[in-house]
């Protein structure tokens, strides 16, 4: 069974950066794409990225495009999430999820993923 685990996050002021981490255990993540998702208090959950397990697609959404940038270690079984720039409205719980697919698949659906970390909190705030 896959199991995933988030670390990483904590208290940024706006501008600065964090890098969270998705360590995968019980099983390989190299057939898997993972996503990152975020939740903020009163929101809905967001998807935020996504990564194939070949790391030859990553998909972000507009609001993160050219600050956040995924990438994949797939001999560490780990998948990073580095933010920059940080902006109060990217405070939230990250989520990390795993979709097990082709090589190029990359969903953006949450119904898409089958296994869940418990998320990492990240606070931007002076």
């Known amino acids: 069974q896959l199991q995933l685990v988030e670390s990483g996050g904590g208290l940024v002021q706006p501008g600065g950066s964090l890098r969270l981490s998705c360590a995968a255990s019980g099983l390989t993540l190299d057939y898997y794409a993972i996503g990152w998702f975020r939740q903020a208090p009163g929101k809905e959950r967001e998807g935020v990225t996504c990564i194939s397990s070949s790391g030859e697609i990553a998909s972000y959404i507009d609001s993160v495009k050219g600050r956040f940038t995924l990438s994949r270690d797939n001999a560490k079984n780990t998948v990073y999430l580095q933010m920059n720039s940080l902006k109060s409205k990217d405070a939230g719980s990250y989520s990390c999820?795993?979709?097990?697919?082709?090589?190029?698949?990359?969903?953006?659906?949450?119904?898409?993923?089958?296994?869940w970390g418990q998320g990492t909190q990240v606070t931007v705030s002076t």
């Open positions: 999820a795993a979709a097990r697919g082709s090589r190029l698949y990359c969903p953006i659906q949450a119904s898409a993923f089958g296994s």
